[in-house]
């Protein structure tokens, strides 16, 4: 069964400083992986998506993630937060086979940004 | 223009009640999907459909009724609320089962 773990409940960065949130995932195959990010009263919005192309993936709004198999992990990153990232971030596994659209999430990670 | 819309926002009402929750999309897409997120933000996949056909329905009550009239709406019916409904209930599309999925705004329900 595919499962996502993401590590930290909470991150708080000062503005323009790098942001990492981590995530690690379990699958018996080559996982569709996801991040959505949750602004406060709104609904999810896709920022990124890997699904076995490259490995280093580029999103919305300056996010990337890397896909590493051998450590199982798919991390979140952006090189300079701004005060708009503030938002509920989620690590999101696609579940195979007859479940295919089944999204699993992780946590979620509430990221903090300083001014 | 929205690409999936819920209607209501906001939903008030009390123990035992029945309610429903609207989801349209006008995105084309042949898959939509309800979940649910609970006060720790916690999102679980509920249902999902593709074509108007069930795909998906995950271990909810009996009380939890989805109806699909056409590709474009998904509704939600909820018979006799309980205290533990209070959540966030968010509708979803997607193009197809494995494509990413388009998320409204959600529908904020609380139980009296």
């Known amino acids: 069964a595919q499962s996502v773990t993401q590590l930290d409940s909470h991150v708080s960065v000062s503005e323009g400083t790098p942001v990492l949130l981590r995530c690690n995932y379990s699958?018996?195959?080559?996982?569709?992986l996801f991040w959505y990010v949750q602004h406060p009263n709104k609904g999810l919005q896709l920022l990124l998506k890997y699904t076995s192309a490259a490995t280093l993936v580029k999103g919305i709004n300056g996010f990337e993630a890397e896909f590493k198999k051998s450590e199982t992990s798919f991390h979140l990153t952006k090189p300079s937060a701004h005060m708009s990232d503030a938002a509920e971030y989620f690590c999101v596994v696609s579940a195979l086979g007859n479940q295919g659209g089944k999204l699993i999430f992780g946590q979620g990670t509430e990221l903090s940004v300083k001014p | 223009d929205t690409a999936v819309s819920q209607t209501p926002k906001y939903l008030v009402t009390q123990m035992g009640n029945d309610k429903s929750i609207k989801c349209e999309q006008n995105?084309?897409?042949?898959?939509m999907y309800w979940y649910k997120q609970d006060s720790k933000k916690f999102l679980k996949i509920m249902f999902s459909?593709?074509?108007?056909?069930?795909?998906i329905n995950e271990t909810v009550p009996n009380r939890f009724s989805p109806k699909s009239p056409d590709k474009a709406h998904l509704n939600l019916h909820i018979n006799s609320l309980e205290l533990g409904d209070s959540a966030v209930y968010f509708c979803?599309?997607?193009?197809?089962?494995?494509?990413?999925?388009?998320f409204g705004d959600g529908t904020r329900l609380s139980i009296l």
């Open positions: 995105l084309g897409h042949d898959t």
């Open positions: 979803a599309s997607s193009r197809t089962g494995n494509q990413p999925q388009h």
């Open positions: 459909y593709n074509n108007k056909e069930l795909i």
């Open positions: 699958s018996s195959y080559s996982p569709s």
